[in-house]
């Protein structure tokens, strides 16, 4: 049952990192396996290298906690490559109900991360500054060029970067930069040379970013949760809905002064958000009495 918890994490992010301005990272820390996963990256090391060459698989294995990265990565693979076309049909013709189920999915989230941090002054600081760095990242201005291909490398390293961290998208960094378009034809098409060059550049980045991210998990803890919780919160600020220009509007000043709320539409998908966040946050506790009627462990 375990398994089939990480898998679906896995697509769930994959969903989130097709999307411009949502992170896989975010629901990665929602989800609590944020920590995990950075722990397991940051094995990817020396000395997994090392038993690699001596040929000792079961202990590489364990030491990268290779089953749950499988798991997830099959998960966001699996999401990114079957959903790419459709969110990209959708984000071109009905983008607003779209957003809707994102923005729902982090406001769901957001009772839930708050009471995991025993709150101080210092700490609601941090807070701060976290929603003011990822507001400043949402208003950046597109892009757009004819890419080279050593820039498919370099794109790949930055974007990983931000789609490990929570609250930025590594999807909306490549449309800042003017390479998620020539990316997601990439994908769209299978241009297995330069998906190679991105994939080659998301593990050089993944490598180098997550051991810093878990550094700090790991030695400033609670101070790292209340920046990141920041983060995420700062983030809605690029996924309202109902936004033209990077003017914000209610639902119906939408309607009045740009054109299509579609209201009703977004209101179902923003309740399917809040209710599919649900489901993910209790899935474990309601996964368990089936594993233990199955006599399967859900550990």
């Known amino acids: 049952m375990q398994y089939l918890q990480w898998i679906i994490k896995g697509l769930a992010m994959g969903a989130a990192d097709v999307v411009p301005g949502v992170s896989g990272g975010t629901l990665a820390f929602i989800l609590g396996i944020y920590q995990r996963l950075l722990g397991a990256i940051s094995q990817c090391n020396l000395t997994a290298l090392q038993l690699l060459l001596r040929g000792q698989i079961k202990a590489l294995w364990q030491h990268v906690d290779g089953t749950f990265l ?44 708050c009471r995991s941090l025993n709150w101080t002054p210092w700490r609601l600081i941090l807070a701060a500054l976290g929603i003011v760095f990822s507001v400043l990242v949402g ?35 490549l449309l800042m930069s003017g390479m998620y378009a020539p990316v997601l034809l990439a994908v769209n098409e299978l241009q297995l040379g330069v998906l190679a060059l991105f994939m080659l550049g998301c593990i050089v980045g993944l490598l180098s970013f997550s051991r810093v991210l878990n550094w700090m998990l790991q030695h400033y803890h ?21 936004q033209q220009q990077q003017q914000l509007y209610w639902p119906w000043q939408y309607a009045e002064q740009v054109g299509q709320a579609d209201m009703l539409l977004a209101l179902v998908c923003a309740v399917f958000g809040a209710a599919l966040m649900m489901l993910l946050l209790n899935m474990e506790r309601w996964l368990k009495p089936v594993a233990q009627a199955t006599g399967t462990s859900a550990d």
Request: net charge neutral; aromatic share 12%; with cysteine.
């Open 70 to 113: 499988l798991c997830l990565f099959s998960g966001i693979i699996v999401s990114i490559f079957s959903l790419a076309g459709v969110i990209s049909h959708v984000l071109s013709s009905r983008p607003i109900p779209l957003w809707a189920l994102f923005c729902a999915l982090i406001l769901a989230a957001l009772p839930h991360l």
């Open 139 to 173: 208003m950046l201005t597109p892009r757009e060029f004819e890419p080279q291909s050593w820039m498919f490398f370099v794109a790949g390293a930055i974007a990983i970067c931000a789609m490990i961290l929570p609250g930025i998208s590594g999807a909306f960094i």
């Open 222 to 242: 609670d101070a790292s949760l209340a920046l990141l919780i920041g983060v995420v919160i700062g983030a809605l600020y690029r996924i309202w809905p109902w």
